[in-house]
Every structure is written in structure tokens, then in C-alpha cells.
T-cell receptor
Framework: DAKTTQPTSMDCAEGRAANLPCNHSTISGNEYVYWYRQIHSQGPQYIIHGLKNNETNEMASLIITEDRKSSTLILPHATLRDTAVYYCIVRFPYTDKLIFGTGTRLQVFP | EPEVTQTPSHQVTQMGQEVILRCVPISNHLYFYWYRQILGQKVEFLVSFYNNEISEKSEIFDDQFSVERPDGSNFTLKIRSTKLEDSAMYFC????????????FGPGTRLTVL
């Protein structure tokens, strides 16, 4: 699986958009970009995933650059409950395992 | 919304004892997984399971670990002889179809080995 690089931590004001970047410069053509988050020590929560097109769901938007070497997860209106560790995972479609890195610790403040 | 459930939420055991961690995957899901997270460390893949067989396993998943789907709803992880270093959060996950599909995680079981 391609390695990802994320900032260790970020802050965001409540109500503002949180933009979480991820670099995956060694991604290959059939590897997907997945985002999960983990609140305290709870189980990882699936957020969104994409291959090359931008994606949006009720939780977030995923913007993948045209060369696919980086992506940004956007939480459009961050709330205090969005405070969590966010993991960007690049996943080969023919493997079972998700490889988690250390993620970005997002702190949303009032 | 369907979710993965796990029991117990916290298990305390003595070193050398056997423990069984239980999971109820989402009902129409066919693939099941176990991950663990030692305190302060990354979430690590242990094993995947499909059609009553292990599909993939990591180096961590050695002979002291086993998985089973004893009935149509439960999925279990057994640790035969626990060690201090087995203390961790254990997460079960499931996915609807095969490799590459989105995995949904349960809340975890905190295992403490004394």
C-alpha cells in the first residue's frame, strides 16, 4: 500500500470548514483513498473514499488532485464533535487490510 | 443504521488465561475482520475471514490467536494464552462484499492482561 503523509495536528474553529490534507505521492492507478476518523479510543469511523473523482456525502467532501498524489478531506462546518484523529489510507483494492498511520489530530475549538 | 457490536466492552484477565472476544457484524455483511490498537499506537490489522476461512492474516496473528463464526451472527476472536503485551483495544469490522469494500468498525473491546 502507498504510504501517506498527514500533518500531526490541526485546529479549526467551530462552524468553519476543516481542510485536512494528505499526501500520497506513490499511489498507483487502482488504489483508493479512504478516510476514517477515531474519536477517543472508539472504533474507527468510515467517512468517505474515492479513486480519482471528487466525492461528497453527508459527512464530508473528498478532493483528489488530478495527478492523485494528494487529497483533502473537507468537513464543511466543523463542530466540537468532529474533534478526532483523522486517518488517510491508501488502499489497494485486492487486499483485506487497512493500514493505519498516525493520522491528523483535529481539535475543533469553540 | 446497522452497526457492528462487540462484547464485552472491557475484559480483564490474568496472564496465561484464554479469552474470547465477541462481535456481531452487520447482518448482510460477508467479510469480517479483527484489528487491534495498543494504547498510544496505531490501529493494526490482525485477520480477515470469509466463508468460514481466514482470508488474510498479519504477522501478529500467530498460533495463539484463532477466529470463528460459531453461528449465523457472531464472529469471535480467541486468544489462547494471554500475555501482558496482548493488552489493547480490539476492534471488529465487517464489509458487505469482498476485498476493497468499505469496512465498518465496532466500538471495540478493551482487553487488560494482568
Amino acid at each position: 500500500d502507498a504510504k501517506t503523509t498527514q500533518p500531526t495536528s490541526m485546529d479549526c474553529a467551530e462552524g468553519r470548514a476543516a481542510n485536512l490534507p494528505c499526501n500520497h505521492s506513490t499511489i498507483s492507478g487502482n488504489e483508493y483513498v479512504y478516510w476514517y476518523r477515531q474519536i477517543h479510543s472508539q472504533g474507527p469511523q468510515y467517512i468517505i473514499h474515492g479513486l480519482k473523482n471528487n466525492e461528497t456525502n453527508e459527512m464530508a467532501s473528498l478532493i483528489i488532485t488530478e495527478d492523485r498524489k494528494s487529497s483533502t478531506l473537507i468537513l464543511p462546518h466543523a463542530t466540537l464533535r468532529d474533534t478526532a484523529v483523522y486517518y488517510c489510507i491508501v488502499r489497494f483494492p485486492y487486499t483485506d487490510k487497512l493500514i493505519f498511520g498516525t493520522g491528523t489530530r483535529l481539535q475543533v475549538f469553540p | 443504521e446497522p452497526e457492528v457490536t462487540q462484547t464485552p466492552s472491557h475484559q480483564v484477565t490474568q496472564m496465561g488465561q484464554e479469552v474470547i472476544l465477541r462481535c456481531v457484524p452487520i447482518s448482510n455483511h460477508l467479510y469480517f475482520y479483527w484489528y487491534r490498537q495498543i494504547l498510544g499506537q496505531k490501529v493494526e490489522f490482525l485477520v480477515s475471514f470469509y466463508n468460514n476461512e481466514i482470508s488474510e492474516k498479519s504477522e501478529i496473528f500467530d498460533d495463539q490467536f484463532s477466529v470463528e463464526r460459531p453461528d449465523g451472527s457472531n464472529f469471535t476472536l480467541k486468544i489462547r494464552s494471554t500475555k501482558l503485551e496482548d493488552s489493547a483495544m480490539y476492534f471488529c469490522a465487517s464489509s458487505e462484499v469482498g476485498r476493497g469494500d468499505t469496512q465498518y468498525f465496532g466500538p471495540g473491546t478493551r482487553l487488560t492482561v494482568l
